[in-house]
């Protein structure tokens, strides 16, 4: 898919922000507590997703978030089919106080990568 500049600029920034965890790591932490944040658009997690994962789609995210999650420490573990939306989700829950919100790099299909 091609993103606009603008979008990419803002992606790529946020990567710069937040730590991205390698898609073999996902399972490790998956078992030591962390939480699996898909904030893809429904369609997309009805599709597929982490077994486990919370959908929280990125277009309110911050408005239901602390609903859904109201523990700041949670490790969170953002993606989306490959690492924007999951490094601007992450990066926008570092911003309300989740110090440990991360993303996936590489996304769902990195994962799904793995076999």
Same mark, same amino acid.
Request: hydrophobic residues 40%.
């Given at each position: 898919?091609?993103?606009?500049?603008?979008?990419q600029?803002?992606?790529?920034?946020?990567?710069?922000?937040?730590?991205? +965890?390698?898609?073999?790591?996902?399972d490790?932490?998956?078992?030591?507590?962390? +939480?699996?944040?898909?904030?893809?658009?429904?369609?997309?997690?009805?599709?597929?997703?982490?077994?486990?994962?919370?959908? +929280?789609?990125?277009?309110?995210?911050?408005?239901?978030?602390?609903? +859904?999650?109201?523990?700041?420490?949670?490790?969170?573990?953002?993606y989306?089919?490959?690492?924007?939306?999951?490094?601007?989700?992450?990066?926008?829950?570092?911003?309300?106080?989740?110090v440990?919100?991360?993303?996936?790099?590489?996304?769902?299909?990195?994962?799904?990568?793995?076999?």
């Open positions: 898919m091609a993103y606009t500049h603008k979008f600029q803002l992606a790529d920034t946020a990567m710069t922000q937040v730590t991205g +965890v390698a898609p073999d790591q996902v490790a932490l998956l078992a030591q507590g962390a +939480v699996s944040l898909d904030i893809r658009d429904k369609e997309e997690h009805d599709a597929d997703h982490l077994a486990g994962s919370l959908h +929280v789609s990125r277009g309110k995210l911050e408005m239901n978030i602390e609903g +859904v999650i109201p523990d700041l420490n949670t490790t969170l573990l953002c989306c089919n490959a690492n924007n939306r999951g490094a601007l989700s992450a990066n926008t829950l570092r911003q309300m106080g989740y440990n919100a991360r993303y996936i790099a590489g996304g769902l299909k990195a994962y799904r990568a793995l076999g």
